[in-house]
């Protein structure tokens, strides 16, 4: 039998911290540590210390019996749990860095870790389980709902603008109940009304998560900022020549029928000339634009923005292409002009058709997105909601969501 006295003196220097004492009392029983308990209470040394913020407690403990990272209080947490709970950083990173999968575990109704911090309002704990667990948070409760789910429902700004900017998170996921985040917060407005804070947290909703599983238009504009504005630089220096030498050249003297220095191609066939100059100076015109808006800097995060950019590649690129189809007909002889003619006006209505195709599909998605971005639902052409494999099952635990020894949980500690 365990003396009452010494398991009180091990709680007692757990909770104030003193490791020196505890090193004692374990050295005159190697298994005290084992046997200490609270009547009636399932508690350990480690949540003690876990709550308390003692990392030096924690550390021995961990040493004397690793096991009890796993172990549950009464209600129904692990000391990681705890530690996340009561804004303990040090010691939890303590707990995550000896023991991953014990932060995974499960509370009631499917409930996380990370859905503990942001019930609680523990921004620092919630970043320390991030860095650590990674893509662990996209997980899910019982009721479909991820931390972003929580935080827009609890009005957490500081923690939504973490989440959403930070992490992997999908800002569109949906709950059991085919809400996402936004619809949540429009619920919302429509009871409380709008005010400085929720119109915050509608736009961080809106804005593009920095973290992303595709690259955002404003990173990838940074990584291709060099190769777009050679490829610009390049098209208007080809425009520039092209319009300053022209195919076929300029005269070299002066007659009554022409002048020294016009083109030989505006006299030869003015009316190929006349489609060559236009698409030509089209051409110059936007990679100059494009050179411009690179140097000035405008805001390319936002979509509207990127869209015109590639509008105007596109329209350069394709001037461009015309170009060339002009210069080609004045360069053929007249035998072979006829059925280089006909391939030529093939491959630029294909040309002009593939772009105007692109165009409009890329208006409508970016018509679609900004209608997304401003809350309206549109409906599945999947029959239901995805599966997510971090979405907690009763029927399907394992190692790494529920504790091998516990069949079931209790009600988190509020």
Known sequence: MVKESAVKKLYDAAAEGNATTIQSLLENDPF????????????????????????????????????????RDDNGMNPIHVAAMSGREEVLKLLVEKDAFAAMERLDRGETVLHLCVKHRRLEALRVLVSKLGGFVCAEDDAGETVLHLAVRYRQVEMIRYLT??????????????????????????????????????????????????????????????????????IATMAFQAAVSPTGGVWQDDTTAHKAG??????????????????NTVAFVTSLSIILLLI????????????????????????????????????????HKDSLS?????????WVGLMSFLLVVNTFRHLYQKLRDSGLEFPSWEGGPRPNPLRFSPDNRSPFFASPSANKVLLPRK
């Open 32 to 71: 005290l540590l084992n046997k200490a308990s609270f009547a009636n209470t399932k508690e350990t040394l480690l949540h003690v210390a876990a709550a308390i913020g003692h990392v030096d407690v924690a550390s021995m403990l961990l040493e004397k019996a690793p096991s009890t990272c796993w172990s």
């Open 165 to 234: 900017t930070n992490t992997k998170i999908d800002k569109k996921s949906k709950n059991s109940k085919g809400e996402t985040p936004a619809k949540i917060l429009k619920q919302h407005i429509s009871y409380s009304g709008s005010d400085h804070e929720t119109d915050e947290i509608k736009q961080l909703l809106r804005s593009p998560s920095a973290h992303s599983s595709q690259i955002p238009p404003a990173d990838w504009l940074t990584k291709k900022r060099d190769s777009i504005m050679v490829v610009a630089v390049l």
């Open 262 to 279: 016009e083109a030989v191609m505006a006299y030869k066939d003015p009316r190929i000339y006349r489609n060559f100059m236009r698409s």
């Open 296 to 335: 000035i800097g405008l805001p390319f995060k936002y979509r509207f923005f990127m869209w015109a950019l590639v509008l105007i590649m596109w329209v350069s690129v394709t001037a461009v292409g015309v170009t060339y189809g002009a210069s080609i007909m004045v360069a053929t002889p007249v035998a």
């Open 342 to 350: 006909s391939v030529i006006q093939i491959a630029i209505v294909v």
